[in-house]
T-cell receptor
Framework: EPEVTQTPSHQVTQMGQEVILRCVPI?????FYWYRQILGQKVEFLVS????????KSEIFDDQFSVERPDGSNFTLKIRSTKLEDSAMYFC??????????????FGEGSWLTVV | RKEVEQDPGPFNVPEGATVAFNCTYS??????FFWYRQDCRKEPKLLMS???SGNEDGRFTAQLNRASQYISLLIRDSKLSDSATYLC??????????FGTGTQLKVEL
């Protein structure tokens, strides 16, 4: 089965540092997403990306966050100046169409970010 | 009020038991609903979509009641491998999924 791959699987960073989380979505997919899950809490939507632009973002996705699809295969999430409360599992996901159209959203295994 | 609300559990059941989870949602504009399964520190995986007519996939049955804004999941003949957290999820358009906090299931010998 095709899969979404994410790197790194775990990253520890100092508060204030920039972090880039990388994702390779499934190759024929058109929609890309980032979600996060703080330990012990629910999975939360951050941003969706389609046709090389952000299609929707949540209140969590403030100016310190950005996404990019630099080369047609990778999809990255950048956190400019990390805070302690950014510590979470970050899930990348992709789909080839809208979920409401019966298209499944596939999640990667996640990147654990620990900010110290 | 939480957008998607679930009983966190845990539900501890013996192998072979039938267990039911419920979920309510507050956004009446939500279009689609799903049950995802999440193992400890792993990614969510789609278990099944939920339709008003009800749908069944093997031992799993899901039901949606739009009038009551209520979703259910029934697991029959539960197995040890069913132990996981079950996430109730709604989609309100734009491919944005809203997750509940999840219901933890532990199936025991």
């Amino acid at each position: 089965e095709p899969e979404v791959t994410q790197t790194p699987s775990h990253q520890v960073t100092q508060m204030g540092q920039e972090v880039i989380l990388r994702c390779v979505p499934i190759s024929n997919h058109l929609y890309f997403y980032w979600y996060r899950q703080i330990l012990g809490q629910k999975v939360e939507f951050l941003v969706s990306f389609y046709n090389n632009e952000i299609s929707e973002k949540s209140e969590i996705f403030d100016d310190q966050f950005s996404v990019e699809r630099p080369d047609g295969s990778n999809f990255t999430l950048k956190i400019r100046s990390t805070k302690l409360e950014d510590s979470a599992m970050y899930f990348c996901a992709s789909s080839d169409g809208g979920h409401f159209s019966g298209n499944t959203i596939y999640f990667g295994e996640g990147s654990w970010l620990t900010v110290v | 009020r939480k957008e998607v609300e679930q009983d966190p559990g845990p539900f501890n059941v013996p192998e072979g038991a039938t267990v039911a989870f419920n979920c309510t949602y507050s956004n009446s504009a939500s279009q689609s609903f799903f049950w995802y399964r999440q193992d400890c520190r792993k990614e969510p995986k789609l278990l099944m979509s939920v339709y008003s007519s009800g749908n069944e996939d093997g031992r799993f049955t899901a039901q949606l009641n739009r009038a009551s804004q209520y979703i259910s999941l029934l697991i029959r003949d539960s197995k040890l491998s069913d132990s996981a957290t079950y996430l109730c999820v709604s989609e309100g358009g734009g491919n944005k999924l809203t997750f509940g906090t999840g219901t933890q299931l532990k199936v025991e010998l």
